[in-house]
């Protein structure tokens, strides 16, 4: 994500009615607009996967998943963020511009965002009291990483593989990790061998 070049500032209220008329996404952190930039190849392929895999999963369940163009609203009136997928399992999701209520949220890694990933938006997510699992995907190289609400409301990390599969306690679901990267194409690493 990268700022606009001259900061714009607005209240919520103002971004919530200005945001949907632009041609670009723009993401609200307490009272700045911020534009969202595009992704990879690779970045839409495993977003795209993993849409299709938990929407498969789901189709028969009260929960709902979006990709990319729907805004989660994390903090009402100071936060709003484009999760790569979100999933809501929640009746009083009902309004038809953003997610109140996520139970899992997925980001996909790049290097322009990955830092904000972990970081800011990490911090603010955890501060939602039906969010109970954040998954942030590598593109780079195979590897995902999820971050679960355990009972006494403290974030516990699992590592996964490419051989492995993950499973979601949030929606109910396992994905094979392999899956996840169905026709993605990694950078072949340099060895000092060459």
């Avoid at 008329?21 to 996967?49: C, F, I, K, L």
Wanted: charged content about 30%.
């Amino acid at each position: 994500m990268v700022a606009l070049p001259d900061s714009i500032f607005m209240s919520a209220q103002e971004y919530l009615l200005w945001e949907p008329a632009q041609e670009e996404r723009y993401e609200y952190w307490d009272g700045e607009v911020v534009a969202m930039v595009g992704g990879t190849r690779n970045h839409n392929r495993v977003s795209g996967n993993f849409f299709k895999l938990l929407d498969d999963a789901l189709a028969d369940r009260p929960c709902e998943v979006y990709i990319v163009d729907v805004k989660v609203q994390v903090e009402p009136g100071q936060k709003y963020f484009y999760p790569d997928v979100v999933v809501t399992c929640d009746e009083r999701d009902n309004d038809p511009l953003l997610i109140q209520f996520p139970s899992l949220i997925i980001e996909v890694l790049s290097p322009s965002t990955e830092a904000v990933d972990r970081g800011k938006k990490f911090a603010a997510y955890r501060r939602s009291q039906t969010l109970q699992e954040y998954v942030l995907v590598q593109v780079a190289q195979p590897g995902v990483e999820v971050f679960r609400r355990n009972e006494q409301g403290k974030w516990v990390l699992s590592d996964y593989n490419l051989e492995d599969k993950l499973r979601l306690e949030s929606v109910n679901v396992e994905i094979a990790i392999a899956d996840l990267y169905r026709q993605v194409e990694f950078e072949a690493e340099a060895t000092e061998n060459e």
